[in-house]
T-cell receptor, first 114, second 114 residues
Framework: SQQGEEDPQALSIQEGENATMNCSYK?????LQWYRQNSGRGLVHLIL?????REKHSGRLRVTLDTSKKSSSLLITASRAADTASYFC??????????????FGTGTQLKVEL | DSGVTQTPKHLITATGQRVTLRCSPR?????VYWYQQSLDQGLQFLIQ???????AKGNILERFSAQQFPDLHSELNLSSLELGDSALYFC?????????????FGEGSRLTVL
């Protein structure tokens, strides 16, 4: 089962516009991660935000986290055609004895048109 | 290039057959993860190994098994294959065993069961 659900499922914007994707999750977390996947390729880590952080920036990426609402958002500013990809949020429960059961949401397909 | 190597890239086989997918993690990474990505199920966590031992388990079928060898490479064995096993299988690695940081993904092995 999916731990996170992204919204919207698909998003189409023009180059230069901002893109916002949302993620909701179900259980308590110690961090939340965002990944990007180009069509049929491996996932690439974008950014990690810890449960005690509310906002984090990396280049054109801005991530927010609201643990009270169990939600996160990813903002890509000044989008480019090369940003066209699927974006996934990922969370994992804290497991007794360690372990990392990182589970991914359903993803948002972003298309940036010229 | 993530540094994670998966072979084979593509595999076509028939129902009832058995296949082995191979993964070499990034140099120095002790954890290996296996994920299955299909259109209807999304990205599903299968299993994690840390330094040769199973650390976390997801929705892995009994027909599937995995192991991590002393040199840290891992293999995922899929047996009695069914049409529904057709999917992209990803391996990922990390230098940590718990949910504390990013995963590095390989480019995947695309399995087609006819």
């Amino acid at each position: 089962s999916q731990q996170g659900e992204e919204d919207p499922q698909a998003l189409s914007i023009q180059e230069g516009e901002n893109a916002t994707m949302n993620c909701s999750y179900k259980t308590s977390i110690n961090n939340l991660q965002w990944y990007r996947q180009n069509s049929g390729r491996g996932l690439v880590h974008l950014i990690l935000i810890r449960s005690n952080e509310r906002e984090k920036h990396s280049g054109r990426l801005r991530v927010t986290l609201d643990t009270s609402k169990k939600s996160s958002s990813l903002l890509i500013t000044a989008s480019r055609a090369a940003d066209t990809a699927s974006y996934f949020c990922a969370t994992g429960p804290e497991l007794t004895g360690g372990g990392n059961k990182l589970t991914f949401g359903t993803g948002t397909q972003l298309k940036v048109e010229l | 290039d993530s540094g994670v190597t998966q072979t084979p890239k593509h595999l076509i086989t028939a129902t009832g057959q058995r296949v082995t997918l191979r993964c070499s993690p990034r140099s120095g990474d002790l954890s290996v993860y296996w994920y299955q990505q299909s259109l209807d199920q999304g990205l599903q966590f299968l299993i994690q190994y840390y330094n040769g031992e199973e650390r976390a388990k997801g929705n892995i079928l009994e027909r599937f098994s995995a192991q991590q060898f002393p040199d840290l490479h891992s293999e995922l064995n899929l047996s009695s294959l069914e049409l529904g096993d057709s999917a992209l299988y990803f391996c990922a690695s990390s230098d940590h065993g718990s949910n504390t940081g990013e995963l590095f993904f390989g480019e995947g092995s695309r399995l087609t069961v006819l």
